[in-house]
């Protein structure tokens, strides 16, 4: 290692160097298809580094910068940037060999200043010129050119010359510029220094193959000469190689990158092994090429003189693979020069050594033998040598080399030296056939191509190369701007390879018509590089538009920028946008082969459905429709088939409602529990649009909440549903206060931006508890904007700098990072109990399914569809389409007006499933049509015609939010319904009945009424700055959205509107219009009648206000399972008031947050109410009455007052006070519980009305005295019998007044108040007797004291009723000391005086007896048809068979015999602690009679309780059930009001549902494992069946609308509870 030893000291000057300076340049050059990179290659930046010294043949060249260039890009000036080269002068730009060529920085300035200043050696060069080409750094193929200048030394020498820029129409920049002597380069004066960067590398030429004997001086390689060291000019051949190298070269080529500049620079030197004509191999493309392209090898030559040098240090670099070998110690490879080499006389020999790990490899020597001289001629012998041995077995091809060669195409001598990949572009065609004509339509063109080889056929082409374009409607001179790549399968080249061009004309009822063709050879495609040429089509007239290049990609992007630019201010404009990103992901598909963007079909269909879906829809074209059912279309008997292959190569679609119906029924039990077990899972998809991963990297699976991991979605979805779901933290009340803020005093409405701000405030309040300012909103909607549009495109596109840039991902991003911040924060303070326990990655996964839920789901959908709601009305489409009876005005319509908007124009237009792969089947996707199923003749009568259709036909067959895809409930794990549709159409329906209130007031009324008060006008001031009116014609509809457009107040109008009055007498409140009422509701906040009410009122609305948390919602993890405890002292047993009534004191001590917070709501009660009942007396606490002036001013002030803390409402009595309201409350409301068979009036003692069939008799109620003013209790309401073929009464007969023993009947002057005098008693007897003495006092109480005073706390018993006496103890004990004494709140609420209340609990409590729900009915005389679709009878038994199934099956499980159930003693003791206090009377003890009671138990805490005890349906109106009333008034006090909602708003509290996961009760561990594992499937069961019964009582609801009856809703078990705690 002789050279080592002695040259460590230049070695190591040598690896200083290399690294200094960057000589090794490759591995920061951009990688093969990147675009630029500029800064972040070679930099040369000393004038010594050029390896220059002043002299006649070194000069200095400076392109100082340029003015008044062309801006390339949409938002800013170009980003700038030169490139220099040298040559002779007037030679072309590709003949300025790349290798030679400078770059300037990256300045982005329409007059950037580069100062590119560098030296160079022009020996052999006569007249040499400076070429500077000017471009804007782009990231997509090719960067703009922005125009050129070629100067000539001498007409710049020493001076700073200005020279105008060509080569590109319109362009008028000058170019600065000045050569000169080397020293110019060290002149202050000049005022520049050596600066320049290397120009880019070129990608790798073509492979090429030639035999030895044709070798021909610079055939093929180039020779390497002058201004390089005598001693490396010329060829050498690199001495057994063996099948590896054979020839090397060190002169210029057209690499780049600092690789083969043609002379050394700083003694260095980069030769790139697949380099153009540098480099020549012995093996062929098959053996080696592909290596040494795949790593692109560059060997780093450092010689230790720029003159004369002697040695050499080799360092390779494997570019691609970012590897640079500087290690010596490693790998070391050297070089030395041999003086005169007997073996090769007359060559210049280099002896090549190498050394690993620092043992020299001596079979790895070889030598460098020049064979060819800097002229061209061979040298001999060394020449005949290397012939001789390439012809050896040695190499892979005998007597052929091969060698890298980037082509220049004919007639393109100027055109980049990148060919790698290009593509074509089918721009457009003119004067194409009308194939149409017959039909007064015009041809819907589109074009087929194919590639093959030249002259072949169309059959002859491959399938496989096919590509589709988009089908332009109606158009004969379409603009496709169709772009696809150029691949060629192996032997093809572009003078062997053709085009072949079809067009057709699109038809949905027949086949497609054939337009024309061409073919075309792609080398005369090639003779218009990157321009686009005309070609006749053969055969008929029309002529197509094609380009041919590498700038097919820069075509789209510049489609791209006009699109953004003239699309940005319509509503729908990420729509013509996602048709550009989809040209553009199908045309870069190629770079992203292992995903779906591959695969050209899909992006051929998602262009046409973005086309179809923004195109507007007609009176008789709807373009979306037609193109589906082009697809499903049966071709022969025109039927449709309801399905389609596609839009992917193994996918199909659905059109079909019920098949989609099923499907999504089915679809739980398919997801499986994780994403490797299911049969299905849910692929990144929103609708049919596929997402990109690149917008959710806050995730590990990069995709939007809806395609997380399945365990994932299984913990994400019940905290969604909980927020947004029915009973979720929002109320109906709330949304009509947040959108009567919206519209107080607005004077305008920006359609659709003022609908996306309104919603995204409301949602960030519902979902993450956020209250957001004007500019948060305004921030928020600016990023979902941006966010919508990325989305959806294609990661080919993302992976490029103009698009990147163009839509501000990075941006974007950073946006989106911040948000995702908030929310995590938000969500621990919203969310405190959920968030506790979750880790860092989970609370991030789930304010990410929060941030999709506010970008993209109710924050997409529900302002768009408001946006339908008013833009159709205004539209020339909804002129024609609408019912004639329709105003957006009338209240009545708009529920059914909101649902046929979102079944006609549906929000999620589709739902993709991917079902796995298994065997030899390929996964496959499903795409279910939503909007063709929500269009499905066979679910909804004349589909395509806008009809109000009756409410139960929207639940039945929508399928818009995926409804049937609950699993079993909507907050089930594998649920994938929208959890927040009723939230989204009660936001609609708000919003849009505050809309109708604001034109109500104004107006008179009538069909158009709207359209007075709301003007529409253009978005953009004319000239004058007026907004001008706009016609109907121009509100165009589309299923992508609307026009946008302003709502207006007309000034005239709005002057008219009369002042409103708050003090109106009823007959003057019937009269005023909805809006003239809504006007009132404003005055309430000035003056509210419940800031009148007494000091003992008060403080009990205050307690409302302190202790009643709106939305706030518990769950079934509250409930803890039972305890083991020490028997009960007297001490812990509250005896009450009445006879026998004995309670547990206090609920056991685990139960958690949920009874600490009802034991404060009471405690705070006893407090703020018995206390200050002590002190106040009820002359003080019943003042003069004060009563509301209008039932509109009563709805103002209760919704004011009490709306946020009011429970959930689940019906409403608009017309309670009607006679046909009356029949409905005694048929289906709960004065249904009292409805009997008529009896005579010889039975009754007193007078019936004829034809009387039914009553409902609460006359017992009259014995009861009640306090002086107060009318009495005591009636009995007839009603007919039911007509023909109807099972229900239909007719009010008359009421038996018991306090004047008087019949009143309809007509008569006393009418109207015995019928709320009626309703006041139903309200006494259902909450006295009924609600609060049965279901709480009895029936709630002895369940929990008998269980929990004889069974253990792992009791089979115990353990099963314990989610059914949760809270008992503490509710029931507060709620007697409360409501039953006197002078407390109960008494005070009704009208009883002491005695009579006394006697009225101690007479019912006497009188009760247990009967089970099923036997009631036995003794109520009423007929069999009538108990056959009786509501009560029905939906009662049906729930409370599946309680008894449950306790059925569960009792089964540890008891299989009557004597094994007998033999328990707890079971003994239970039952018989039912008879100890309060007499049940129960039977003999068997499994059939527990079963029997505990499930009759069961129904009487949850539907029994519901049904009875939460009527805040009825006491929302001063007319509805009123507690108690004053003579000759129809309406309750507003004392007597407050009381009511003080007292159903404080025990209204939600408390864990009946449907939820209460297998944690049931993890016993002293029960067998059979024992644990089937109770806890007979657990699981009961909520299926659960689920199962919910269904058929919504389906039952739907059947009974449908025939003009009224919903009963009371037993659903969606909305029970599980026990009676508040």
């Not at 072949?500 to 792609?522: C, N, P």
Request: net charge negative.
């Amino acid at each position: 290692h002789t050279f080592a030893a002695h040259a460590r000291p230049h070695k190591e000057a040598f690896a200083i160097s290399t690294m200094g300076c960057g000589a090794c340049a490759g591995s920061h050059s951009p990688a093969e298809g990147e675009q630029s990179g500029l800064s972040e290659d070679t930099k040369v930046n000393d004038l010594k580094e050029f390896g220059l010294e002043p002299g006649s043949h070194s000069q200095a060249i400076v392109v100082y910068g340029a003015v008044g260039l062309e801006s390339r890009d949409l938002t800013k000036s170009s980003d700038s940037y030169c490139i220099a080269r040298i040559g002779p002068a007037g030679s072309a730009w590709c003949q300025k060999l790349r290798g030679k060529g400078w770059r300037s920085q990256v300045v982005t300035s329409s007059n950037p200043t580069w100062n590119l200043a560098f030296g160079i050696d022009v020996t052999g060069i006569e007249t040499p010129e400076l070429h500077v080409r000017v471009y804007d750094a782009d990231w997509l193929t090719e960067d703009d050119f922005l125009g050129e200048a070629a100067l000539a030394f001498s007409s710049a020498w020493e001076k700073k010359t200005e020279v105008s820029l060509t080569g590109r129409a319109g362009v008028s920049a000058k170019l600065l510029c000045a050569c000169g002597p080397l020293t110019m380069l060290s002149d202050q004066a000049v005022g520049v220094s050596p600066s320049a960067y290397f120009e880019r590398m070129a990608p790798i030429g073509e492979v090429k193959s030639i035999p030895v004997e044709d070798i021909l001086g610079d055939v093929p390689l180039v020779i390497g000469a002058a201004p390089l060291p005598e001693c490396i000019q010329g060829i050498f051949w690199l001495t057994g190689q063996g099948n590896s190298s054979a020839l090397a070269s060190f002169g210029a080529s057209n690499d780049g990158g600092g690789c083969s500049a043609g002379m050394l620079i700083n003694k260095r030197y980069k030769v790139r092994v697949s380099g153009d004509r540098v480099w020549a191999l012995a093996h062929g493309p098959v053996m080696g090429c592909s290596k040494t392209d795949a790593a692109d090898l560059i060997y780093h030559f450092v010689f230790d003189d720029a003159k004369k040098p002697t040695r050499c240090q080799i360092y390779p670099e494997a570019r691609r693979l970012g590897i640079n070998l500087t290690a010596e110690w490693l790998l070391d490879f050297e070089m030395e020069l041999v003086v005169e080499d007997p073996n090769y006389p007359g060559s210049v020999v280099w002896r090549r050594r190498s050394w690993v790990a620092g043992q020299e490899a001596a079979s790895a020597e070889y030598a460098l033998v020049q064979v060819i001289d800097v002229h061209g001629k061979k040298v001999e012998p060394a020449w005949s040598k290397f012939v001789e041995y390439q012809k050896t077995e040695v190499t892979n091809t005998p007597g052929v080399i091969h060698y890298h060669e980037i082509p220049v195409p004919k007639s393109m001598q100027d055109a980049p030296a990148r060919m790698q990949h290009f593509g074509i572009l089918v721009k457009s065609a003119t004067g194409l056939r009308d194939s149409d004509w017959l039909l007064a339509h015009k041809s819907d063109p589109y074009v087929v191509c194919r590639m093959g080889p030249v002259g072949s056929g169309w059959k002859d082409k491959s399938e496989k190369s096919e590509v589709v374009s988009e089908t332009i409607d109606g158009d004969l001179d379409p603009i496709w701007q169709f772009a696809f790549p150029v691949e060629f399968p192996p032997g093809a080249t572009i003078s062997n390879w053709e085009l072949h061009l079809r067009v057709f004309d699109s038809d949905v009822a027949s086949f497609d018509d054939f337009l024309g063709e061409t073919q075309l050879q792609l080398e005369v495609l090639a003779e218009s590089w990157n321009d686009t040429k005309g070609y006749p089509l053969v055969g008929t007239h029309g002529t197509v538009s094609i380009m041919l290049g590498d700038r097919v990609a820069n075509a789209l992007e510049e489609e791209l920028k006009q699109t953004v630019l003239e699309e940005k201010t319509s509503s729908s404009w990420f729509a013509p946008v996602h048709r550009v990103l989809g040209k553009m992901g199908h045309y870069l598909r190629s770079l992203s082969k292992d995903t779906l963007f591959a695969r050209p079909i899909f992006y051929t269909y998602m262009i046409q459905m973005a086309r179809v879906w923004s195109t507007s829809i007609t009176a008789k074209k709807d373009p979306s429709v037609e193109w589906f059912l082009g697809k499903s279309r049966d071709r022969s008997s025109g039927e449709d088939t309801y399905r389609w292959q596609g839009p992917l190569e193994h996918s199909s679609t659905f059109s079909s409602n019920s098949e989609i119906r099923d499907t999504l029924k089915k679809l739980g039990g398919r997801l499986g529990s994780n994403n490797t077990n299911g049969e299905v899972y849910k692929p990144n998809f929103l609708g049919f649009n596929i997402m990109n991963n690149v917008m959710w990297p806050e995730v590990p699976w990069r995709s939007i909440n809806l395609a997380c991991p399945q365990e994932v979605h299984a913990w994400v979805r019940p905290l969604l549903t909980k927020l947004t779901g029915p009973g979720g933290h929002w109320s109906t009340p709330w949304l009509r206060e947040v959108a009567h803020e919206f519209f107080r005093g607005r004077e305008s409405i920006v359609i659709n931006e003022d609908l996306r701000t309104w919603t995204t405030r409301v949602l960030h309040r519902v979902l993450v508890g956020i209250d957001l300012t004007e500019a948060e909103g305004a921030e928020f909607m600016e990023f979902q904007a941006n966010f919508r549009i990325l989305i959806g495109a294609p990661d080919a596109a993302l992976s490029v700098g103009p698009v990147r840039r163009m839509l501000s991902l990075e941006r974007t991003l950073e946006v989106k990072t911040k948000w995702i911040q908030r929310y995590k924060e938000a969500l621990t303070k919203y969310l405190p109990h959920e968030t506790s326990s979750m880790s860092a990655d989970n609370l991030t996964a789930f304010a990410s399914a929060v941030s999709d839920a506010l970008l993209l789901a109710g924050g997409q959908s529900v302002p768009s569809v408001i946006q339908f709601a008013l833009a159709v009305p205004y539209s020339k489409w909804g002129e024609e389409n609408l019912p004639s009876d329709f105003s957006l005005t009338n209240e009545q319509m708009l529920p059914s007006y909101s649902w046929e908007i979102v079944r006609r124009f549906p929000q999620v237009a589709g739902f993709v499933l991917a079902e796995r792969s298994f065997g030899n089947n390929p996964e496959h996707h499903q795409f279910l049509n939503l909007q063709m199923a929500q269009l499905d003749p066979q679910a909804f009568a004349d589909p395509l015609s806008f009809k109000l259709r009756p409410l139960a036909e929207y639940h039945k067959q929508s399928v818009g939010f995926a409804e049937p895809a609950v699993a079993p409930l909507l907050s089930s794990p594998n649920a994938r319904a929208c959890p927040a549709r009723d939230l989204a159409m009660a936001m609609v329906l708000a919003f849009t009945r505050e809309f109708a209130i604001s034109v109500n007031s104004v107006t008179s009324g009538g069909r158009d009424a709207y359209k007075q008060v709301w003007v529409a006008r253009a978005i953009e001031p004319d000239d004058e700055g007026i907004h001008r009116r706009l016609e109907a014609s121009e509100i165009n509809i589309s299923m992508y959205g609307t026009t946008q457009f302003i709502l207006a107040k007309d000034a005239t109008v709005a002057a008219a509107m009369p002042p409103a009055e708050l003090a109106l007498s009823a007959q003057q409140v019937e009269s005023l219009s909805d809006m003239q009422k809504a006007l009132i509701e404003d005055s309430i906040r000035a003056h509210n009648k419940f800031d009148d009410v007494s000091l003992y009122t008060k403080a009990i609305i205050a307690a409302v206000g302190r202790l009643v948390k709106p939305n706030k919602e518990t769950a079934s993890t509250i409930v803890k399972p039972p305890i083991a405890q020490a028997p009960f002292q007297e001490s812990d047993i509250y005896n009450g008031p009445l006879p026998g009534m004995r309670l547990i004191s206090k609920d056991e001590k685990d139960e958690g947050e949920g009874l600490l917070r009802v034991g404060a709501v009471v405690q705070a009660m006893r407090d703020a109410v018995i206390d200050s009942a002590s002190v106040l007396s009820l002359g003080e606490d019943e003042p003069e009455a004060v009563f509301f002036d209008s039932p509109v001013e009563a709805a103002a002030a209760i919704n004011a007052t009490f709306g946020p803390y009011l429970p959930a409402q689940y019906n409403v009595w608009p017309s309670i006070d009607s006679d046909e309201g009356m029949v409905d409350l005694c048929t289906v409301g709960v004065a249904a519980w009292y409805l009997t068979a008529a009896r005579s009036a010889e039975d009754s003692g007193h007078e019936v009305p004829a034809g009387a069939a039914f009553e409902v008799n609460l006359e017992y109620m009259s014995k009861y005295e009640t306090r002086k003013s107060w009318l009495k209790y005591g009636h009995t309401l007839y009603l007919d019998a039911a007509t023909e073929g109807k099972a229900m009464p239909k007719k009010l007969l008359g009421i038996w007044w018991c306090q004047f023993e008087k019949l009143v009947t309809p007509g008569d002057d006393q009418w109207d108040e015995v019928k709320l005098a009626f309703r006041s008693s139903v309200c006494a007897s259902v909450t006295l007797r009924d609600h609060l003495m049965t279901s709480h006092w009895i029936v709630a109480n002895d369940m929990q004291t008998a269980v929990r005073e004889t069974t253990s706390a792992d009791h089979p018993l115990r353990r099963l009723l314990k989610q059914f006496y949760f809270g008992t103890a503490d509710i029931n004990r507060k709620s007697i000391e409360l409501l039953l004494p006197v002078n407390q709140f109960g008494w005070r609420t009704f009208s009883f005086s002491e005695e009579g209340w006394n006697s009225f609990f101690a007479d019912n409590w006497r009188a009760w007896s247990w009967k089970p729900f099923t036997e009631r009915f036995n003794d109520l005389n009423l007929p069999s048809d009538f108990l056959g679709k009786w509501p009560l009878k029905q939906d009662g038994e049906l729930v409370w068979h599946a309680f008894e199934k449950y306790v059925n099956d569960f009792l089964h499980v540890f008891y299989t015999t009557d004597e094994s159930l007998r033999q328990d003693s707890e079971v003994a003791a239970f039952w018989a602690h039912f008879d100890l206090h309060h007499k049940w009377h129960l039977p003999e003890l068997s499994l059939a009679s527990l079963v029997a009671l505990i499930a009759d138990i069961i129904w009487w805490v949850t539907c029994g309780h519901e049904y009875l005890g939460a009527i805040v349906e009825y006491l929302t109106m001063t007319n509805g059930l009123a507690p108690k009333l004053l003579p000759g008034r129809l309406q309750a006090d507003v004392q007597s009001t407050a009381k009511a909602l003080c007292l159903i708003s404080l025990t209204g509290l939600r408390q864990p549902p009946l449907m939820d996961d209460w297998t944690h009760i049931f993890q016993v561990g002293s029960w067998t494992p059979e024992q644990r594992q089937a109770a806890l499937d007979i657990v699981r069961n009961f909520q299926a069946e659960l689920h199962t019964c919910s269904s058929e009582l919504e389906e039952r609801n739907i059947a009974r609308e449908s025939r003009g009856e009224k919903r009963f809703v009371a037993f659903n078990p969606r909305i029970l509870e599980t026990s009676v705690s508040m």
